[in-house]
């Protein structure tokens, strides 16, 4: 009798469960009860087991047996294709018909259902692509002309269908198989044309997808593909006539449009995004952008070598020209600077390319001379790091275009080059300017201490290689200047500068000046084993060292106090 109580308790619990379950179907606007937490309750064996619902997985075995049915027949419609009872025409054109089934049926699935898209889309493709892959290269039913116009249809198709329910995976399906079987058929079919037509409607629809927030991550596939293509069309055509044979002949429009279109349709896409939208610019956009450029720039002057790189030229100095006024009338104002940055750059590298490629070498060096005074002074005296860049890299550009470079090269360390050319006393003038025109950078930031080095150095090399021109040319009025009269000239020449550059550096507060100094006894010190000591002249030798001493002794000296 004691243990009565416990079965009469968990009967009444079981009727009080009871009970609030009736309730709850004759009033379902009430409050949920708390019949769970009771239920929770009770002993672990009161409670009856249920069993595991095993809809989702009869569910997915459904789908994949529907998917193996399509697959079996695509088979059958492949052997229809191989007898001959039926037109192979009508054979192909029933196959493609029945590889779009299977993509509407895709798009066509519950919402939340992705395993039954995912499937059914997948089908598709495999239906499509050996298919049609045989259709165009065994059975000779489809010319290249029509594949690629199939592919493009299929694309097209999967877009459409997909946008509205925004079914990405769709969209990665269909691009990404297209887009592989175009590549594999233009070199298969050696009509590259047609399938790089194909390829260009696929990018094109990859940015409108991604400029209405849509399959924004299969755009890098697709980019590389067309790019893959494009880069194998300049490769065979690039090369002589004898060893592409088996390729049709291809005139020089038909040779430029596709990385025209290419360089045109991601050039739009940026412009719109960064300027119309205001968006920040991507690392995919900015690449690809750049890889659309080389590769309209290296089919115009592989293709048109007469005139293709005037025009070439032209048009960076226009397309520069374009991207400054954006920079400075849009971006600049912008609180993202990336956008600044990215079309900065693309800015001064179209400048320079133009420069080089339609102007003459009479011409090159001072435009490219004035450029970097223009731009040095404007960023001075706005304040703009970004200009200042710029006004550093035309100086750079400037030195190397006028042989300054190797000019200053020769007569500090090498065979005298005699005297200068009108170009490298430009650009010496040119590189003292800016840097006269630079503020001292005490405090200031690593970038503009290193614009600053960078200037400083062109300046002063330039100086102290004219110096030593100078004096040779002073010493041969009245001896003839041997290699010892050479070496203690350059020693000299380089300590008057060092003493120069620590009483300058202090003085003006440009610490610059006092690091190149500090370099320069390096140089003297390397120049004494390598060259002096190496000529055996004792006297020009012991002079030579003692001016090294000296200077070591009075640089410490020279600079003030800061």
């Known amino acids: 009798m004691d243990d009565l109580p416990d079965p009469l308790d968990l009967l009444a619990k079981r009727l009080e469960i009871l009970e609030r379950r009736v309730c709850e179907l004759e009033h379902p606007t009430t409050a949920p009860s708390t019949a769970l937490a009771l239920d ?43 007898s001959t009872s039926l037109p192979k025409t009508a054979v192909a054109a029933l196959a493609i018909a029945y590889a779009m089934l299977w993509l509407i049926c895709a798009t066509r699935t519950l919402a939340g259902a992705w395993f039954a898209t995912i499937t059914y889309a997948c089908t598709s493709a495999l239906i499509l692509a050996p298919m049609l892959w045989e259709l165009t290269l065994s059975f000779k039913v489809l010319t290249a002309v029509e594949s690629a116009a199939v592919l493009g249809a299929f694309v097209c198709t999967a877009s459409a269908l997909a946008w509205k329910r925004n079914l990405t995976s769709i969209f990665w399906i269909a691009n990404v198989t297209a887009a592989t079987v175009a590549f594999a058929l233009s070199i298969a079919t050696r009509e590259m044309t047609p399938f790089i037509a194909a390829l260009m409607l696929m990018v094109l629809l990859s940015e409108y997808a991604a400029f209405r927030d849509h399959g924004l991550s299969v755009r890098p596939l697709v980019a590389t593909i067309a790019d893959l293509a494009i880069a194998a069309q300049f490769y065979i055509y690039a090369r002589p006539q004898n060893e592409r044979a088996d ?20 050039g739009t896409s940026v412009a719109l995004k960064t300027v119309l939208l205001e968006r920040k610019i991507s690392a995919f956009e900015t690449v690809q952008a750049t890889v659309a450029f080389l590769l309209l720039a290296c089919s115009v002057l592989a293709y048109e070598p007469q005139g293709g790189a005037s025009v ?195 003085h003006w507060r440009r610490m610059e000046l006092t690091r190149i100094g500090y370099a320069a006894l390096v140089l003297v010190a390397a120049k004494l084993i390598v060259e002096d000591l190496r000529l055996g002249h004792l006297e020009f030798t012991a002079a030579s060292i003692f001016l090294f001493a000296i200077t070591l002794i009075a640089v410490p000296r020279v600079r003030i106090s800061e």
């Open 40 to 82: 929770i309750s009770l002993p672990v064996a009161a409670q009856a087991p249920e069993p595991l619902p095993l809809a989702s997985v009869g569910g997915a075995f459904s789908v994949l047996g529907k998917a193996m049915l399509g697959i079996a027949g695509a088979y059958l419609l492949r052997a229809v294709a191989e």
């Open 247 to 266: 390729y049709p002949f291809l005139g020089m429009p038909a040779l430029l449009v596709p990385a025209l279109t290419l360089f045109l349709i991601y």
């Open 312 to 506: 070439l030229g032209v048009s960076c100095l226009l397309l520069s020209a374009a991207s400054y006024a954006t920079v400075f009338g849009i971006f600049c104002r912008a609180p993202e600077r990336r956008n600044e940055r990215v079309f900065a750059t693309w800015s001064a590298t179209l400048f320079l390319a133009g420069s080089v490629l339609c102007l003459p070498t009479s011409l090159l060096v001072p435009c490219v001379a004035v450029a970097a005074i223009v731009a040095t002074f404007l960023g001075v005296f706005s304040n703009r790091l970004l200009l200042q860049f710029h006004g550093v890299a035309y100086l750079i550009a400037a030195t190397v275009a006028s042989g300054l470079l190797y000019y200053v090269f020769q007569a500090l360390v090498g065979t005298l080059p005699g005297a200068p050319a009108w170009r490298e006393c430009v650009v010496t003038a040119c590189a003292v300017l800016c840097y006269a025109a630079r503020k001292p950078c005490q405090g200031d930031t690593f970038e503009k201490r290193l614009l600053d080095i960078v200037s400083a150095f062109v300046a002063v090399s330039a100086i102290a290689a004219l110096l030593v021109e100078g004096l040779v040319s002073l010493t041969a009025l009245r001896v003839n200047p041997g290699a010892q009269h050479i070496a203690f000239i350059r020693t000299l020449t380089i300590c008057a500068t060092v003493l120069a550059l620590a009483y300058s550096g202090s």
